[in-house]
């Protein structure tokens, strides 16, 4: 210990009382960074309570008239309704999709592979993920010349601009997100526990209903908070799939904000999307707590 | 006797699980299919193959019609921007991890919890408020905005990344090489630094991609001046749905799948997903 102290030249006393500041000016880049998003937010918020009109535009003022609109303009909550319709079928179906293949990813001797194919989507781009489903759904797109050749419709089907696509967009944004949580908890699930149930004389679908999956709730619940946020907060699907004719919040809000200009409408309209959206990502955070063998 | 039991999901699952993937993958197989079309439109299955738009494409680098900057520049501007925020976020990344993992100190549970807060904030909301506050700093420079917007975006992740580094390689040989003599500073680059650099090396790769990808905060804070690649190609869809674009987006899926690939080489796609 005295080979430290005399190498560095300082008292081990003072250095004692001082170490914490050079320890704590480590953070302040990164907490600079992310306080310039609060500093953001801060000004949208102020800015959620002025008032607005067209022809003299925003004023300062301490008005709740914009969250009122919420309740009152028909505009706004048909937009909040879509918003949550299109998140619940979303996640919903996505859990129908992804629970199997969370248990699948947890069983298989080939993670790898089935890891691979769930995370490339996942770090695509955006604009190329939607593209796709355009080319897709296009009237003159697969999806229609399957149907026109099964006899399913005789003409093709408008899917673009329509809620259909914007879904079918959000469910392949958001599938990696619902099938990695499962996956975490059903993998830490010992298998024995299931082969003890069959051992014991219950059918497969028995074990699966009775044992693994009341112990993969916790995964089930944080996959289904994780998607149903992204859902809520999902922006590409409805602006390109959506052709901006499916009205979800997000859509609102960039309205608002790039075409009418009436920022405080579209900064309240911000603050309640936020305030949804890290209420259920809260509750996200607390089911992964939860879940078995985490600390 | 009772056959052993095999957990290995049983038929139905896989033929379930196999239409899942399917879904998964057809939208990139559709584009890489489509940009190989001879045709004149993104019909789909292509009547015949060639590489037609890809010569279509190499034209539109310097200039492209409709649109003021040409594919080059955007590309170039998309590749600058996730540098500097490949960088900028590695450097704060390294510093806060190293400070919130490898000391402990009084509220340190709380500041983790400050540095996930852009997590929390559905990207539009990010995009807007950036956008209101940076219209009263007009002396930002336009690339400027889409970095500062980045790096708000991957600076949680490079934490996670290089935190979970810090915690699996511990402070002993650190505190080893300080015992010996180095100064703190020296400790960390000569001992930590190299121990982590996977970690860094991943973080760094996931905040360019994120970048580089990075639609709608850009949405809302490029200009002219400094229009990403992403904003290109959402404003070339709006006025033509022509074959070049599937050659574009060819390109940036071969982009993503390398630097999967590279990111499974770093630290492994398994640990990968375990923190997202």
Redesign the interface.
Known sequence: ?S??AT??GVPAIRRRRWR?V???G??V???A??A??????L??LR?SFNTWSPATGMASAWSVVNYVAFLTDSFHYKALFTTLKISIIVTTIGLC??Y??A??LS??QR??L????????????????A??????L?R???VN?VLIRTGVVERPVQFLGTETAVVLEL??EI?P?MI?PIA?VLQRID?AL??AA??LGAT?LTAFIRVTLPLSLPGLLAGTLLTFSLS??A??APL?LGGGRVAMM?IL??QQ??MLLN?PA??AQ?IV??IL??GL??GYARALREQPGNR | M?QR?R????TL??I??GL??A??????A??VL?SFTGGE?????PAEYSLRWYEKVLGHIVDAPGLKPGLATAFLLSLRVGLAVALG?S???V??A???YR?R?RGMAL?RQ??M??????????G??????FS?LRWLAPIARLI?GH??LT?PYV?LTVGASLEATGGDLEEAA????A??PRAFLSVTLPLIRQGVGAGAIFAF?IS??A??VS??LYSGDALPL?IW??EY?AYF?DPT??VI?TF??AL??A??VAL?RLVG??R???R?
């Open positions: 210990m080979v430290t190498a560095i914490w050079p320890r704590l480590l953070l880049p990164a907490i960074v992310t310039s998003l609060l500093v953001a937010f000004i949208i800015f999709l992804g199997p293949v248990y699948l069983v298989s993670k790898h089935i890891l691979f194919l769930i995370v490339l989507p996942l770090l695509m781009d955006v604009l190329v993920r593209y796709g489903w355009i080319v897709l296009s003159s797109g697969l010349r469910l392949h599938l997100f990695l975490a298998p299931r082969e069959v051992g497969r809520m907060s922006f590409v390109v997000s809000i960039q904000m790039t920022w579209g900064a911000s999307l936020v959206v890290s990502l809260l | 009772r039991y957990d290995d999901g049983g699952l896989r379930w699980c899942v993937f879904f998964l993958v057809a939208p990139i559709i584009i489509t439109t993104v019909a789909f299955p976020a450097v704060a990344g510093l806060a190293y400070g919130l000391f100190f500041v400050y540095f807060i852009p997590l929390m904030f559905p990207q539009i909301v990010t807007i408020a950036l956008l209101v506050w009263h500062i790096m708000i600076l934490i300080v015992g010996l003599g100064s703190r991609i580089f990808n639609f709608t949405y809302f992403p190609v959402f869809m749905l674009l599937a987006s940036l899926i993503t799948l630097a999967v499974d796609i398994r990968l997903t375990a997202s």
